[in-house]
Structure formats: C-alpha cells, structure tokens
C-alpha cells in the first residue's frame, strides 16, 4: 500500500528537543517539504541562529552554518555574494531577527540580497528565558515584564513584515502561520515562493511565521493556540504583504 504522507528526505529521523505545542517542528517540516520538492537539497545552505532553533541543524538535513546572536543575515550576504548558485536561507525567531539582529535584517533587505528569510514570531525570547521581544503584545508577562509590557515605556510591537516592506528593493514579504492545519497549506506555499523566488534570482524574500510557545506564555498547548488566534493574529494579520509582481515605482530588485 502507498504512503501518502511520510517524512521528507531532508528531514532527519529525530527525536525533537523542542517543548510540547512549540511549532519549530511544524516549520521544520515545510522547509524540508520544499527542499525536497525543489530538489535543490545538494546546493541548499541553511544559517542557524541563536536562539530555540540552534539546533536546526539536528533536523533540516542541508548545509548549515552557525551565526552568531542576530548576524545571520550578515553570513547569508557573504555565502550567497561567494557562491550565488546555493540557495541560501536564513532561519530566525523574534529576538535573533527583531532586536539584536534587527539592523542586519533592514540592511540586508535594502540591499536586495538574493537569499530568504524564515522568520518565526511567537512574541518572545524562547531558549533564553522567556524575556520580552521587540514583537512582545502590550500587558502581555515575560520574565523582564512580570506586570505585563508597558507601551509608555517599551512601545507598541515590531510589525516586522510591515516594516520591511516599507523599504523599496525587498520584493517578496508575507506573514502565515502554522497554529492550525487550515492554516499550513497557506504557510508551505508561501515558503515555496520564496525559495522559488531566489532560484530566479528575483529578490530578497522573507516569510514571518505566527507561532507560540506554551512553556514560556505559561499556557497548555491548546491555551496557546487559541491566545496565538484571539490576541496575536489581529496585530499581526495574516497575507502578503509586498510581492515582487506589484506595480514598483523605483528600481526592483531583479537581476538582468
């Protein structure tokens, strides 16, 4: 009898060290999923960050490489400027990309580099303790804001699609998520595109992920789901945000 749905060969055979209801594994799998359907596996390099995601290395079986807090984008731009025939990826969480990292991402956005971005946004710092994140919701507790984040004094939320797609050259900024199955499809596709985007060499791209982490909003996993679908997704709407086949003004990305 055939399968008709089974592990992805880019996908390593693996017991995961995520916690229960984080949806890193999820993401994982549609990364795998559109390696294998690209069939670009042996030329694929993957940019680790710091954060609960160190470790993807253990799972996506491509290249990788390890950056340092935030610089992911950094050695995405010297890998891809050396070697333009990988396909280059950044994977990312909201403290890597949003905070320390976050002149990183702008500028290499700016610049049009041609490698894509999987940023995954679940309003808080993961592996390092659960402290508020530049996309931490207002009133909502972390370990660094006990009586709920204060906008007077830390300010509203980093939109971060909406930020990049300010600039002009990035050409291809969605945000998905994948905290239920009727929204995964969406998300998969959406990764797709992106990869098939730098194949062509278009442009610079990045897909931010909706996700939750249960342990570090003090929730069960299915509390966090629907605390990810009440409060996160009307700040953080869901959709593309800029396509690179919009009417642009200025130069586009494209390469001749």
């Known amino acids: 009898m055939a399968k008709t749905f089974q592990r992805p060969q880019a996908l390593f055979d693996q017991p995961t060290h995520y916690c229960p209801g984080c949806t890193h594994g999820v993401i994982h799998r549609l990364v795998a999923e559109t390696i294998d359907e690209l069939g670009i596996r042996g030329r694929t390099v993957g940019i680790a ?3 609960c995601a160190v470790l993807a290395y253990n799972y996506i079986d491509c290249d990788f490489q390890e950056a340092a807090h935030g610089r992911a984008p950094a050695m995405a731009t010297g890998i891809k400027r ?3 025939d990988l396909m280059v990826f950044t994977y990312q969480g909201d403290g890597d990309l949003a905070s320390i990292g976050m002149g990183e991402i702008i500028h290499a ?7 894509t971005t999987i940023f995954v946004n679940n309003a808080i710092y993961g592996m390092t303790g659960g402290q508020m994140a530049p996309t931490t ?3 909502q507790r972390t370990s660094t804001s006990p009586f709920g984040r204060k906008t007077e004094e830390a300010g509203m939320p980093i939109r971060v699609a909406e930020l990049l797609s300010a600039l002009v050259t990035p050409a291809y900024v969605t945000r998905q998520t994948v905290i239920r199955p009727k929204y995964i499809q969406k998300a998969k596709k959406a990764i797709l595109k992106a990869f098939t985007y730098q194949m062509e060499k278009r442009c610079f791209s990045l897909v ?3 996700s939750t982490c249960p342990t ?11 605390w990810a679908e009440d409060v996160l997704l009307p700040y953080y709407p869901l959709g593309d945000v800029k396509t690179p086949d919009a009417d642009v003004k200025e130069a586009p990305c494209k390469t001749k």
């Open 137 to 139: 919701m207002p009133n």
């Open 49 to 51: 960050p710091v954060g």
């Open 109 to 115: 956005a700016n610049r049009g580099e041609k490698f």
């Open 82 to 84: 050396v070697r333009p």
């Open 216 to 226: 570090n909003w003090g929730m069960t996993p299915p509390e966090a789901i629907q």
């Open 208 to 210: 931010e992920l909706v």
